[in-house]
């Protein structure tokens, strides 16, 4: 295998025209490029990071994409060398039973099982297309009155009661955030965020060309004399948070905590941008920085997390009328709209009580997934909090999370390394692991067995890299 190691560094496959996921579009060109024979049995693949840049990609991107080779057989990752390529072959069995690849690094939550459950989800878009005509034109944007009032009524449980002028309907966090950055930033500006961060962020602010500084904090959340330092010294732009069950390390930021920090962003007139994608999975989280700080405060929610990662809705309030004029002007040149039948669908669900039943099964099967891993990895090296769908997993030395990744991908499990999510270097030997998704309990508990008998061996001689 090791013949054509050098002579295949300069593969760069073409993705502009895949119109799926990249890292599902570098896994099919692997093996439309094997079977076309611009790939043989023994290339070296270049080095993710390499691929990464190429390619204009995260690192995790190209990770992803190599590991979804690797579980359809097409790529051996040599420790220590890198990746080649190999003919397909079966999936590997484990204890005489066939094993399908679990894919831990994407943060999804659980998906329904109960059919009555499915049943009323599909019945509410069998509902909503009934007047498909209507949502294929073009929208107001931000959302119409109906979809922003039942916005309203799910802010409102989270003690927020934005007037209809500063709340906005848009097609997910990720285009919400470039918007905001774009009215706040210029090239060159600071912005101040956790020291483990959500990856989308540190995306949009380095096309952007901002610098993201990541502040120290404790179990609590974020070092307030920390944050009044960094202002003084940087004059950031904006503060990003995301203070209920963090991703990647699980954190809620206590009332306390939350109570200096806004305390510190109003002396210093800095905007804080607040990520709530979990903050409706505990049934009472602490109130949102948008009710502690409303006039400083953009707040965000997702509901990706609430429901399934493919509703890509999420509602924005504005810190007040001017701001909300601005974010208008700047979101709809970015997305001109949210796709009136997703949004339809959303707010039917909101109305009828389906989203109420969505919610309460994530709640129920994510507590039951968290008793599975606390049951079976080491607590001593294990973040979680019971009513989230993902933990953060610190690795026993010799452990590399680079070697752990390369121990578990052979079993047949993805992970997300903490380079993913860190601000500020170096990065821990972490990992992130997700619990939901389509996988079912058996597959989850398999999985965390694997993970759980992993932590339990030496790294081979030469992995720690």
């Known amino acids: 295998m090791i013949a054509g190691a050098e002579r295949r560094n300069d593969w760069t496959p073409d993705l502009n025209a895949a119109g799926q996921p990249h890292y ?81 690094s994407m943060n999804l939550p659980p998906e329904p099982a109960d059919p ?26 931000g959302g119409s009155a109906a979809d922003k009032d039942a916005a309203a009524g799910w802010l409102a449980r989270r003690g927020l009661r934005p007037p209809r002028e500063r709340l906005f309907v848009t097609p997910g966090a990720h285009p919400a955030i470039q918007a905001i950055l ?10 101040l965020s956790e020291g483990l961060t959500y990856p ?56 306390a905590r939350r109570i200096a920090i806004a305390e510190v962003a109003r002396r210093h007139a800095l905007p804080i941008l607040e990520d709530d994608a979990y903050g409706f999975l505990p049934a009472r989280g602490p109130a949102p920085f948008a009710a ?13 997390k609430c429901f399934g990662a493919g509703l890509r809705v999420a509602y924005v309030v504005a810190p007040e009328a001017g701001a909300a004029l601005a974010f208008a002007a700047a979101a709809r040149s970015v997305t001109v709209m949210a796709s009136p039948l997703t949004v339809a669908l959303t707010t039917r669900w909101l109305e009828d009580g389906t989203a ?11 507590a039951a997934r968290q008793a599975l891993a606390a049951g079976i990895l080491p607590a001593a090296h294990v973040l979680a909090d019971p009513i989230g769908f993902h933990l953060w997993l610190s690795l026993p030395l010799p452990w590399t999370r680079s ?63």
């Open 24 to 104: 599902l579009a570098i896994a099919d060109a692997i093996a439309a490029d094997l079977a076309a024979s611009r790939l043989s049995e023994g290339d070296r693949l270049p080095p993710q990071r390499l691929l990464a840049k190429r390619l204009g990609l995260d690192f995790t991107t190209v990770a992803r994409g190599y590991a979804e080779a690797q579980r359809r057989g097409l790529v051996e990752a040599v420790v220590g060398r890198g990746s080649y390529v190999r003919a397909p072959a079966p999936l590997e069995r484990k204890q005489g039973r066939r094993r399908s690849a679990a894919d831990f």
């Open 116 to 141: 009555t459950l499915v049943e009323r989800m599909q019945a509410g878009f069998e509902e909503v297309g009934r007047d498909i005509l209507a949502h294929l034109r073009y929208q107001a944007f």
């Open 182 to 191: 774009g009215l706040l930033t210029r090239p060159g500006d600071a912005i």
């Open 200 to 255: 989308g962020l540190r995306g949009l602010a380095g096309q952007a060309g901002l610098r993201v500084l990541g502040l120290p904090e404790d179990a609590e959340g974020i070092d307030p004399e920390a944050l009044d330092d960094a202002c003084r010294r940087e004059a950031p732009k904006l503060l990003y948070l995301n203070p209920t069950l963090r991703n990647p390390t699980t954190l809620t930021v206590s009332t």
């Open 292 to 304: 502690l700080l409303p006039d400083l405060t953009w707040h965000l929610a997702g509901l990706s």
């Open 356 to 366: 109420d039943a969505i919610l309460r099964f994530v709640r129920v099967e994510s």
């Open 403 to 465: 070697a752990f990744l390369d121990q578990v991908r052979v079993q047949g499990v993805g992970l997300a390394a903490s380079d993913a999510f860190a601000v500020t270097t170096p990065a821990p030997e972490a990992l992130r692991v997700c619990l939901g998704g389509p996988a079912d309990r058996a597959a989850i508990r398999e999985a965390l067995e694997d993970i759980a008998e992993a932590l339990r061996q030496a790294p081979a001689p030469n992995a720690c890299f």
